[in-house]
């Protein structure tokens, strides 16, 4: 099984976009990019606005060999609303458009639906489902909560499986809905890519307690799977010091790798959200 982060929030766009290919099938999971468009009261510079189109256009390139594209729910940075041609000819694995899901992403499945349905291969609501291609399996998790509850709506985890078993939690923050840490541990994976907690956000939407508990979570993921590859990304690297919050983890076990996406394809992270105050401090146009 090939496993390539896409774009991530580590390359320096908010995106958990990803390409995993099996000896039967090649699959997209997530194929959106997007900005911050406001953080420290600044819009994005232009340097992210050149990265995201650079990332649209690495989404689009692997995109356009795949046969399945997956969307695990309807925030933006999670699909793109602007591009049919990402969606002409292939099968389409959606998060349930009108169950389990707030008003606003309701809306948005909606309209992606309508630019959709004329050129897709196939549309399937993929939630609580499993799929087999050749030997290789695709199963979705129920509905779980975007966060710590049903406010932001639910997302899917998906697990894909041949001799390999490889997990994508979507937008969980950290591991806070218990049902969404039920899945992961009984999928028992080898790669695991996680969307960490959401620690920019602290004081504001998160106290410090979420976030302990979120690393406990974590740990626990590490104790109770086999997992190998340990991809930390998304909502956690927004924080410039994302890496303390999870320096315990790397103690747990010698034979597990935890990283963010970056760190997965031997790249060095690149936070351009999180350093959008330097950025504009550095220049001279913004």
């Not at 009261?41 to 399945?68: G, Q, Y």
């Not at 458009?97 to 897709?120: D, F, T, V």
């Not at 602290?202 to 976030?211: A, N, P, T």
């Not at 979120?214 to 927004?238: A, C, E, G, W, Y």
């Amino acid at each position: 099984m090939n496993i390539l982060p896409i774009a991530f929030d580590s390359l320096g766009v908010r995106s958990m976009a990803t390409y995993v290919e099996t000896n039967d099938v090649r699959i997209v999971i997530d194929p959106g990019v997007s900005l911050s468009p406001d953080r420290y009261s600044l819009p994005p510079h232009r340097i992210e606005l050149d990265r995201r189109r650079e990332m649209l256009a690495a989404v689009k390139r692997w995109t356009t060999i795949a046969d399945i594209v997956i969307i695990t729910h309807y925030h933006y940075d999670h699909h793109n609303p602007d591009d049919k041609d990402l969606y002409e000819g292939k099968e389409i694995f959606l998060k349930h458009p009108r169950e389990s899901i707030n008003e606003s992403q309701k809306q948005r499945a909606q309209a992606l639906l309508m630019m959709i349905e004329p050129g897709a291969k196939e549309i399937k609501f993929a939630d609580g489902k499993a799929f087999e291609f050749g030997g290789t399996k695709v199963v979705f998790s129920a509905p779980v909560f975007h966060g710590l509850s049903a406010q932001l709506g639910y997302v899917i985890e998906v697990f894909i499986a041949d001799q390999e078993k490889f997990l994508f939690t979507s937008d969980v923050q950290g591991l806070l809905d218990e049902a969404a840490i039920d899945f992961i541990i009984d999928k028992a994976p080898d790669t695991i890519i996680l969307d960490g907690p959401a620690t920019y956000l602290l004081g504001s939407h998160y106290k410090k307690s979420h976030i302990l508990q979120s690393i406990q979570n974590m740990k626990r993921i590490i104790k109770q799977t086999p997992v190998k590859h340990f991809i930390i990304d998304h909502h956690l690297l927004r924080d410039a010091n994302w890496a303390d919050y999870i320096s315990e983890l790397h103690e747990l076990r010698s034979d597990v790798k935890v990283c963010s996406a970056a760190g997965y394809l031997g790249k060095q992270e690149d936070l351009l959200e999180a350093r959008r105050k330097e950025l504009y401090q550095g220049s001279t146009c913004g």
